[in-house]
Nanobody
């Protein structure tokens, strides 16, 4: 499956952005999806994940209550709604997919990756 992330940009602290990740190439309905981010000089880290059915979601502690992940299988798209953004949220955000096992929160659990979209939060 190919993943195309979009929706990044420059926003002031306290603002909002919605990232989208569109999948193509294979039937989408059985993929667990995740969002990761990589800030300059840092390792890529887990942000959020959702089961293929949408009934289970997971978040890293630093984004709980601010970010919401959702999946829409009919249009093969997963979203990351980001509210109350902080400068420390600045990073390249990547979407990822896996069709193996349960929802994953680690990088090595994902087989497919999008190209990344840059989010910059100014103070």
């Amino acid at each position: 499956v190919q993943l195309q992330a979009s929706g990044g940009g420059l926003v002031q602290a306290g603002g909002s952005l919605r990232l989208s990740c569109e999948a193509s190439g294979r039937p989408f309905g059985a993929y667990h999806m995740g969002w990761f981010r990589q800030a300059p000089g840092k390792e890529r880290e887990f942000v959020a994940a959702v089961s293929w059915s949408g009934d289970r979601t997971y978040y890293t502690d630093s984004v709980k209550g601010r970010f919401t992940i959702s999946i829409h299988n009919a249009i093969a798209t997963v979203y990351l709604q980001m509210n109350s953004l902080k400068p420390e949220d600045t990073a390249v955000y990547y979407c990822a997919a896996t069709d193996y096992g349960d929802v994953q929160t680690s990088l090595k659990g994902y087989d497919y990756w999008g190209q990344g979209t840059l989010v910059t939060v100014s103070s």
